[in-house]
């Protein structure tokens, strides 16, 4: 890891095309402003951790999971029904047919 020290206004650059800059600073925060490609992708630490918690299953492992309660008992629903209610709980209508059926 590389540890810089900073004043306010003054920058670093990355590479050719990401530039960060201080912008503010308090007794317990700085506040930076970061220029960069639309393409690269910018994320607070505490964001990444959170999101990899409420990751939804991959529809594959939410079948998996289907398979074990029809034999169980636990569910009577078709496996097309378990995989609508999949693309309908995530958000993702990708299993979806362009005629809207599925």
């Given at each position: 890891?590389l540890?810089?020290s ?11 095309n ?45 079948m ?11 569910s009577?629903?078709s496996?097309e029904e ?7 709980r ?6 979806r ?6």
């Amino acid at each position: 890891m590389l540890v810089l020290s900073r004043k306010r206004h003054e920058k670093l650059v990355i590479g050719d095309n990401i530039c960060i800059e201080v912008v503010r600073l308090s007794s317990d925060a700085v506040r930076l402003g970061i220029t960069a490609p639309d393409d690269v992708k910018i994320m607070r630490t505490e964001l990444i951790e959170k999101d990899a918690e409420e990751s939804p299953p991959s529809l594959a492992q939410w079948m998996e999971d289907y398979d074990d309660a029809v034999e169980s008992g636990q569910s009577r629903i078709s496996r097309e029904e378990a995989e609508k209610r999949y693309y309908k709980r995530f958000g993702n209508d990708m299993g979806r047919h362009q005629n809207g059926d599925w």
